[in-house]
């Protein structure tokens, strides 16, 4: 059954070409597939390419509906693999999110998202930035994207402390992309829990697959007509337990505390 309140999943990356953009498609496929209804939000601003990778020609812009040049309806563009995307402009000034207008006109249009949609994924823009943490802090879960190579596993660690120093109640989960190593979950939360007192929640693996790389070159994602490549089979579990680790919270807390803004920030 549709839940009548949309969760709003941030995708964010220490380091750039992690594979953010790469799993929210693939993740918005999967709920699709499921039949939920999704919208997949470019909110990567400046260098926005989710419509690069499922080759659409975008209807509207992001940027549009906040300067109020177009509704949010008619921006909306229909994927051909299903959900539908919110795209953004290329070559923008991220100063656009800057300035508590614009901060309460995108809050005002992500609230009304929430009738609509059941999970909204928003792509953002690579590193720690105030616009990516802004993003994260309208959203309930905040999917960090690594790759095992040391490099982003140090700008990760480094995300989620600027993270944690700025706001200790996001909840955070860790994807890690183009690996399948099993020990890197318990190096990197050993690493946060010694060095910082607290750790993120781990999501899961996604292995290196090249069929990933095939699909971004033909714009075509992955899907059932590929039900064997790794990377998809691996997105497929991820995407489900994220939605079951995302109900069992909401429905132990709202057991607990039915009105609590705590219950957004643990789905
Ligand atoms: N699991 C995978 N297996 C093989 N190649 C992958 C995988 N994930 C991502 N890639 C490759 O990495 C590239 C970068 O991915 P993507 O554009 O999603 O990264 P990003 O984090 O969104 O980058 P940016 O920070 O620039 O927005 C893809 O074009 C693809 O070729
Ligand atoms: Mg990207």
Known sequence: MPSKRALFWAFVS?????????????????????????LLLDADLGLANLHVLANVDPKGRLERVLGRAESLEQAITTLPCGPHLLAADNGQSLCLLSGSDAAEELAATLGRLHATYDYVLVDTPRGISDAALRFCRACDRTLLVTTAEPTALTNTYAWYKFAMLEDRTLAVSVIANETDDPQLAQRFVALCERSLGLAPAWAGEVPRDPQVAHSVAHQKPLSEATPLAPAWVAIKKLTRDLQRSGKAARDREQSIMPSSRSTDRAR
Do not use: D
């Open 14 to 38: 220490g380091k750039g070409g992690v594979g953010k953009s790469m799993l929210a498609l693939h993740m918005a496929c999967v709920l699709h597939l499921e039949g939920r209804r999704v």
